[in-house]
């Protein structure tokens, strides 16, 4: 079983920084599609990020050039930096893994998940 605590999250304002962070209780993260994902209320979870296993990290438009997904493979443990945050960028924000037998791990099936976390943006 893969258990997965996430930490962070909070309220800022609008243009300030945030970072999450999901610490990923397996052997070896880097072997692991790892995601973040979004959601509001009554809108369908939304995946902001990836990282794929070789490295290579994938953006949804709405948060390209603002956010950066990282991984630790030291402490098993997943970031999310966020940047330049906007109000529309308020959600409960989900870190997700799965061994994957895809090489492109955004919007992809997960089946483990953090308890997720709460980002509130003002204006």
């Known amino acids: 079983q893969v258990h997965l605590v996430q930490s962070g999250g909070g309220s800022v304002q609008a243009t300030e920084s945030l970072r999450l962070t999901c610490v990923v209780s397996?052997?070896?993260?880097?072997?692991?599609?790892l995601s973040w994902f979004r959601q509001t209320p009554g809108k369908e979870r939304e995946a902001v990020a990836a990282?794929?296993?070789?490295?290579?990290?994938h953006y949804a438009d709405s948060v390209k050039d603002r956010f950066t997904i990282s991984r630790d493979g030291t402490n098993n443990t997943l970031y999310l930096q966020m940047s330049s945050l906007k109000p529309e960028d308020t959600a409960m924000y989900y870190c997700a893994a799965d061994l994957l037998s895809a090489a492109y791990c955004l919007n992809q099936i997960y089946n483990y998940w953090g308890q997720g976390a709460q980002v509130t943006v003002a204006s």
């Open positions: 397996v052997t070896t993260v880097s072997t692991y599609c």
């Open positions: 990282i794929d296993t070789d490295g290579t990290t």
